[in-house]
């Protein structure tokens, strides 16, 4: 039998946490006609639509899309009132379950916050949280324009600066995180507050790197340059290239201070499709420059393929998005480790090479091993307006990205995939420690769910964080009232 206790206004309120969160989807229904939907009706199905499998399997009793930052400072007190479980969704590229899909609570998708407004300096694009990347680029490249947001366009515009966001023009820039001049936000009690370098600087720091832990962002704004046509694609090579690509990777890293201008990813495949493995690597150049010399100790390299074209940034992006489609299980894994040549190809070579054979069985395996730079100008960079919270400091530079992403298509293969995903990192991470290559630093963009990403950014920035947290969100309703993705707790 259910029982029931009152709240201030008299409202029932069911004790049941799913009775609680279909009270409040039927409350926000009658106060916001057409913003909500349940399973089974046309929206609701529509915005079931995530990157990852886990995620879109994940069914919330209801999805609420407000209008506005007002719509979602109401949403956020009634879900307090109701202490009901949410979750919050902007482009839905996070891959594990739970992330941005709350099963048997309230999911707040952002998708209608899609203002787009250039200011008439052309210097800031205020954008709101709902949009894709693909949106903001497709507004500003005829305007010869562009922003430092994701290389995938379908990515969204929320998620991928709460974590710290690696674009095409880091190496100029920095980081996504370190170009948004300021946040406006929905804070626990419901207050909408501007965080930018000299309006709540404290909660500006936390939110470059603190992910969804301290308030729902409604609007970005966003620094903006000029930009026009540029070198970038896409070049295959054979997986025995592996000691040439990893040495230019290496060098690419020591010698990025002699040209901002160059943005690389390096990934590993072995794609059950092919029934074997390649190198597919991008390098990109943000001037109309063919092969320019700082992507020389790749491009000397025998390739099979390549699309390195000039073109502009929405070609760039559609191209990455066009090969990482939705619709599969999905898990990620991040480390970090001192640039090292040799321990990339040892990693690729005795421990996840064989490792991954396996899986060529497995249906719809794809499984990457991906290398990025954090160079010492892309650091010098984190240290913008105050500095964010990534914990990661000038002397500690250059560093190395290592990202691991399994695809598959079945549940049935969970265990084995996740097994032998889980045996790659540890191993890994044994190597780099005996080598003293090891960094404590995990990209929460990358991150799987069980690492703990906030330890990664060190005590002195934990700290901080854990104080901007009390001081807005003492009652932790951000933690505690939102379980997914990485919690920050003492
Ligand atoms: C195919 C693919 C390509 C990628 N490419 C890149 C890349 O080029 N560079 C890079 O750095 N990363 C990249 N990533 C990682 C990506 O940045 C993260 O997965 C990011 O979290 C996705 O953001 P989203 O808004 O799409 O996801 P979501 O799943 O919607 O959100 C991710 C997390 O952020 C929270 N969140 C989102 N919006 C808000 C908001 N407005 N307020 C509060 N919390 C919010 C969500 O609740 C969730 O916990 C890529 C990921 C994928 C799957």
């Not at 500003?140 to 366009?153: C, H, T, Y």
């Not at 597919?280 to 074209?309: D, G, L």
């Not at 901080?464 to 009652?475: A, F, G, I, P, T």
Request: glycine residues 8%; aromatic residues 12%; contains cysteine.
């Amino acid at each position: 039998m259910t029982t029931y206790q009152d709240t201030e206004e008299g409202t029932n309120i069911p004790e049941n946490p799913r009775q609680r969160c279909q009270a409040l989807c039927s409350c926000l229904d009658a106060k916001f006609p057409q913003l909500v939907s349940y399973e089974g009706q046309a929206a609701y199905t529509l915005e079931q639509n995530y990157w990852s499998q886990q995620q879109a399997n994940t069914k919330p009793v209801c999805r609420f899309t407000p209008t506005s930052a007002e719509d979602v400072s109401v949403a956020i007190k009634e879900i307090r009132d109701y202490e009901c479980p949410f979750a919050v969704k902007s482009g839905g590229h996070a891959s594990f379950q739970g992330a941005s899909n709350v099963a048997g609570g309230i999911t707040i998708d952002l998708h209608r916050l899609n203002e787009i407004n250039v200011s008439a300096d052309r210097n800031v694009t205020h954008t709101g949280t709902g949009n894709r990347w693909e949106d903001v680029y497709s507004k500003l490249d005829p305007m010869d324009l562009a922003v430092i947001g994701g290389r995938n366009g379908d990515i969204g515009v929320g998620g991928l600066p709460l974590g710290g966001g690696i674009s095409f023009f880091s190496g100029f820039h920095g980081w996504a995180c370190d170009n948004i001049l300021n946040y406006q936000v929905v804070l626990a009690d419901g207050q909408i507050v501007n965080a930018n370098e000299t309006s709540h600087a404290d909660l500006y720091f936390a939110l470059r790197g603190g992910g969804n832990n301290f308030g729902v962002v409604t609007r970005m704004d966003l620094q903006t340059f000029d930009q026009g046509l540029m070198w970038g694609g896409s070049t295959v090579y054979s997986l025995d290239k592996n000691s040439s690509l990893y040495d230019a990777f290496y060098w690419f890293n020591v010698n990025a201070k002699e040209d901002p201008n160059a943005a690389l990813i390096v990934s590993a495949a072995c794609i059950k499709a092919l029934g074997s493995c390649i190198f597919s690597n991008n390098y990109n150049y943000i001037q109309p420059e063919v092969n320019p010399p700082v992507f020389h100790n790749f491009t000397r390299v025998q390739n099979v393929t390549s699309t390195q074209r000039i073109s502009k940034l929405l070609d760039f992006t559609n191209e990455l998005k066009a090969t990482q489609p939705n619709g599969y299980r999905q898990a990620f894994f991040s480390i970090t480790l001192l640039n090292d040549a040799q321990i990339m190809k040892d990693i690729l070579n005795d421990v996840w090479y064989p490792a991954v054979q396996p899986l060529l069985k497995v249906e719809g395996f794809l499984g990457t091993l991906v290398f990025q730079v954090i160079t010492d100008p892309i650091i010098e960079k984190f240290g913008k307006a105050g500095g964010n919270a990534l914990g990661i400091t000038a002397d500690q530079g250059p560093l190395t990205v290592l990202n691991m992403d399994f695809q598959w298509n079945s549940t049935a293969d969970d265990d084995q995939v996740l097994g032998i995903e889980k045996t790659i990192v540890e191993k890994a991470t044994a190597l780099a420690k005996s080598r003293g290559l090891f960094h404590r630093y995990i990209y929460q963009n990358y991150a799987y769910v069980t690492q703990d990403v906030f330890e990664g950014y060190g005590p002195e920035s934990k700290a901080k964080l854990l104080k901007v947290q009390r001081d807005y969100d003492l009652e932790h309703v951000f933690v505690d009232l939102q379980p997914g993705y990485f919690k920050l707790r003492r």
